[in-house]
């Protein structure tokens, strides 16, 4: 992302651009940049693809939180093995695009060979982010949901 503003703002390309030595201030204010860069990801994340797996049957759960303090280990088990990877997937499902748009505003050519490989990329994407995101809640479901509707927890 920050890439693809360094095309619009002359500011940002000074940061980045080859030619220039590297300084802290201009580390910092990359790493600045992309930290909130990831931010508005992630938001446009929560509210599109959140919301685009949820209306494709992916089931949003209702946890009971009071069974966390005992299933605590558990749970961070499965942010880092499960919801870690969906959202790497779907970030990247919002963010790639927002690139290739970027650089398209910028009056850059794009090759049809770049866009059927946006196409298949964003497919892979898309299937990895609704897997993870529904083996996320699965497993969730099986620790912090009542315990008269889970069965046990099975673990690839």
Same mark, same amino acid.
């Given at each position: ?9 002359p500011?940002? #390309? ?8 590297? =300084? %802290? ?5 990359? *790493? !600045? #940049? ?8 992630? =938001? %446009?994340?929560?509210?599109?693809v959140? *919301? !685009? ?7 949003q759960?209702?946890w ?7 299933n !605590?280990?558990a749970?961070e088990?499965?942010?880092?093995f ?41 497919t ?20 912090l ?12």
């Open positions: 992302m920050v890439s693809g503003l360094s095309y619009h703002w500011s940002v #390309a000074n940061w980045m651009g080859p030619g220039h030595q590297p =300084t %802290v201030g201009g580390f910092l204010y990359v *790493t !600045l #940049a992309s930290i909130a860069c990831g931010l508005v990801v992630s =938001t %446009v994340r929560w509210l599109v959140d *919301t !685009l797996l949820h209306l494709t049957g992916v089931e759960s209702q009971r939180l009071s069974e966390l303090r005992e !605590l280990p749970f088990m499965f942010v880092v499960t919801y870690r990877y969906y959202q790497f997937h779907a970030n990247c499902f919002v963010a790639i695009p927002a690139w290739f748009a970027l650089r398209f505003l910028n009056e850059q050519t794009i090759r049809v060979e770049w866009l059927a490989a946006l196409v298949v990329i964003e892979l994407l898309l299937a990895g982010a609704r897997d993870t995101l529904s083996k996320y809640y699965g497993r969730t479901n099986e620790i949901s009542d315990e008269s509707r889970v069965s046990k927890i099975v673990l690839p």
